[in-house]
Nanobody, 114 residues
Framework: QAKFVESGGGSVQPGQSLTLSCVVEKRIFSSSTMAWYRQAPGKQRDLVARINRTGWPTYEDPVKDRFTISRNGAKDTVYLQMNNLLPNDTGIYFC????????WGHGTQVTVSS
C-alpha cells in the first residue's frame, strides 16, 4: 500500500487555481505534521507548506497568501489549494510528513504556462 497518493495536478495558465489532494496512510496521518513539497525541473525538492495535527499551517515565503494547506481527519487526506498560480509554481508536487522520513509517492505534476 502506498503511503502517499497525490492527485489534482494539471496544466493551467498564470492566475488560475488548482487544488491538490494527498491520501495518506492512516497511521502516518494521525500522528504527523503533514507537508507539501515541490520539485521544479532540474532543482531539488523544496518544502512548500506544512500543517500540524491541530490544523495550524505554516507557509514558505514564495507561496504565502496564495496557497492554503488543510487536512481532513475523516478522509486521511491533506489538501493544497493553490490560487493565483505563477510559472515558478511549475513542478511535481509531493506530500510527506514534515520530517520526510517516509518513501515518496509519485507526486502530481503542476504546469503553469501561458
Amino acid at each position: 500500500q502506498a503511503k502517499f497518493v497525490e492527485s489534482g495536478g494539471g496544466s493551467v495558465q498564470p492566475g488560475q487555481s488548482l487544488t491538490l489532494s494527498c491520501v495518506v496512510e492512516k497511521r502516518i496521518f494521525s500522528s504527523s505534521t503533514m507537508a507539501w513539497y515541490r520539485q521544479a525541473p532540474g532543482k531539488q525538492r523544496d518544502l512548500v507548506a506544512r500543517i500540524n495535527r491541530t490544523g495550524w499551517p505554516t507557509y514558505e515565503d514564495p507561496v504565502k497568501d496564495r496557497f492554503t494547506i488543510s487536512r481532513n481527519g475523516a478522509k486521511d487526506t491533506v489538501y493544497l489549494q493553490m490560487n493565483n498560480l505563477l510559472p515558478n509554481d511549475t513542478g511535481i508536487y509531493f506530500c510527506n510528513t514534515w520530517a520526510a522520513v517516509y518513501s515518496w509517492g509519485h507526486g502530481t505534476q503542476v504546469t503553469v504556462s501561458s
